[in-house]
T-cell receptor
Framework: AQTVTQSQPEMSVQEAETVTLSCTYD???????LFWYKQPPSRQMILVIR??????QNATENRFSVNFQKAAKSFSLKISDSQLGDTAMYFC??????????FGAGTQVVVTP | ETGVTQSPTHLIKTRGQQVTLRCSSQ?????VSWYQQALGQGPQFIFQ???????GRGNFPPRFSGLQFPNYSSELNVNALELDDSALYLC??????????????FGPGTRLTVL
């Protein structure tokens, strides 16, 4: 069974600054996907970014980028030029080859003016 | 907006009752997954339906059951409700490829309170 660990319960960052969220996972599979989802207070879970394990290139989506270290089983998310609207709970998720997802406990990101 | 809808938005039940939650998947998606999210925690996988058949189940008792219909919408049924069933229930749809994981798109959730 896969496990996903997010070791930072809360992170605070000022507007326009950069914050990095950590995520580690444990799996014996070779083919899988990794995701970061954002859940604002409205509670709708929104996809931020995804990474295919077979790709060495790190995924980037506008201000969001990941640092995927497959050997270390690490998948961190960097939010650049933070905006007030980035305030939310961020979840790291592991998707196995059968489409089953395992989520971490989440990191609350608070962006302050 | 993901195109995934859930009903109802909120629900209050008492212990021992039964509840049915509904989910309409995004157009073109044939897979629906259900999650339970307790307050302050990450979503926990309940089960997944692919083309009307259960395709995997998490660590939840049999009183949690589901259905998927020909139009790929889905229901989650919970019998004999317990206080610990109080949570946000999330539905996610995806278009399953040939053994590849597809991105899951989530609905807004149903908040269930058991008194």
């Amino acid at each position: 069974a896969q496990t996903v660990t997010q070791s930072q319960p809360e992170m605070s960052v000022q507007e326009a600054e950069t914050v990095t969220l950590s995520c580690t996972y444990d799996t014996s599979e070779n083919n899988y996907y990794l995701f970061w989802y954002k859940q604002p207070p409205s509670r709708q879970m929104i996809l931020v970014i995804r990474q295919e394990a077979y790709k060495q290139q790190n995924a980037t989506e506008n201000r969001f980028s990941v640092n995927f270290q497959k050997a270390a089983k690490s998948f961190s998310l960097k939010i650049s030029d933070s905006q007030l609207g980035d305030t939310a709970m961020y979840f790291c998720a592991f998707g196995d080859s059968w489409g089953k997802f395992q989520f971490g406990a989440g990191t609350q990101v608070v962006v302050t003016p | 907006e993901t195109g995934v809808t859930q009903s109802p938005t909120h629900l209050i039940k008492t212990r021992g009752q039964q509840v049915t939650l509904r989910c309409s998947s995004q157009s073109g998606h044939n897979t629906v997954s259900w999650y339970q999210q307790a307050l302050g925690q990450g979503p926990q996988f309940i089960f997944q339906y692919y083309r009307e058949e259960e395709n995997g189940r998490g660590n939840f008792p049999p009183r949690f059951s589901g259905l998927q219909f020909p139009n790929y919408s889905s229901e989650l049924n919970v019998n004999a409700l317990e206080l610990d069933d109080s949570a946000l229930y999330l539905c996610a749809s995806s278009g399953r490829g040939q053994g590849w994981t597809d991105t899951q798109y989530f609905g807004p959730g149903t908040r269930l309170t058991v008194l």
